[in-house]
């Protein structure tokens, strides 16, 4: 029997509600999520040790799975990479697309404060982080990424529509999902032509969290050899998470508005949407 061929993907951006909307979509009996949720097999111009780089490990996170109408890759960085779009279109030309949007200056500010919870981002002051230039890193790309270019999303959804006709593509609002997030999913499935089969619980995934303490979460991880010395850490790191969204500083916005906001024209064309809000100070 042939492998099965993943045909459905949230292609990102990051820290926009994918997590959230995966999760949903999962449930639906007519849809089947991978073994994993980001094995970002299509991205291989974006280093990291966690992909999936062999064809046959990445179709086999479906095994079983023939028989699902939708097959869902929720790789959240395919939009950013330049050969993604690519890929994906060689192995699954008939594949649908979601693409998330969010307010650029929010999902910068999340991103920078998840790398740096996640200890991918040394420079903790977020305008420095943004407009900081530096070499990429053969290892991991989050630790050198470009942060403006991945709010530049008119480029990165050009890539996939020159592959893909424009009635492969879903949009999903970041504020819609916050606002009515059943209304968004049932928008969603109306959209990929699935039944609408609402859900019990629609909860939030992967908030963003700091720390109280800087630094100790990345200390109490290392190290820990015996498994009292793993529970310890465990309860630390946890106890020492806060959760809350961070604020942007109206100047800080104005000056990066002040390098995105030909993308967010170009985008708001491309989509047909207005996009203005996204402009304010």
Not at 75 to 86: C, D, E, M, Q
Not at 111 to 123: A, C, D, I, Q, R
Not at 262 to 280: C, F, N, Q, T, Y
């Amino acid at each position: 029997m042939a492998q099965p061929i993943p045909n459905l993907f949230i292609i990102g951006p990051p820290r926009t509600g994918t997590s959230s909307v995966t999760k949903w979509i999962k449930q639906h009996p007519d849809v089947s999520g991978g073994r994993r949720k980001e094995p970002m097999f299509h991205a291989s111009d974006l280093p990291s040790p966690t992909h999936v780089t062999d064809r046959d490990e990445y179709l086999a996170l479906w095994r079983g799975k023939e028989s699902v109408p939708m097959r869902l890759d929720a790789s959240t960085w395919n939009l950013f990479s330049k050969v993604a779009a690519s890929s994906i279109a060689t192995m699954s030309p008939e594949a649908k697309l979601i693409v998330h949007l969010r307010d650029p200056v929010d999902l910068l500010a999340s991103l920078h404060n998840h790398h740096v919870f996640l200890g991918m981002e040394p420079e903790r002051d977020f305008e420095t982080a943004v407009f900081a230039q530096r070499p990429p890193d053969r290892e991991e790309f989050r630790r050198s990424i470009d942060y403006l270019e991945v709010v530049r999303v008119s480029g990165q959804l050009q890539r996939f529509q020159e592959h893909f006709p424009q009635d492969r593509f879903t949009f999903v609002v970041f504020a819609m999902i916050e606002r009515d997030p059943e209304e968004a999913y049932l928008t969603l499935l109306d959209d990929l032509g699935l039944r609408r089969v609402p859900l019990g619980e629609y909860a939030h995934m992967n908030p963003g969290r700091r720390e109280r303490l800087r630094g100790a979460n990345q200390r109490f991880k290392k190290g820990q050899r015996s498994l009292v010395g793993r529970g310890v850490g465990k309860v630390v790191r946890k106890l020492n998470v806060s959760v809350g969204r961070p604020t942007v500083d109206r100047d800080v916005r104005r000056r990066i508005l002040e390098h995105i906001t030909p993308d967010i024209d170009e985008l708001a064309v491309m989509i047909g949407r207005d996009l203005s809000d996204w402009k304010a100070i």
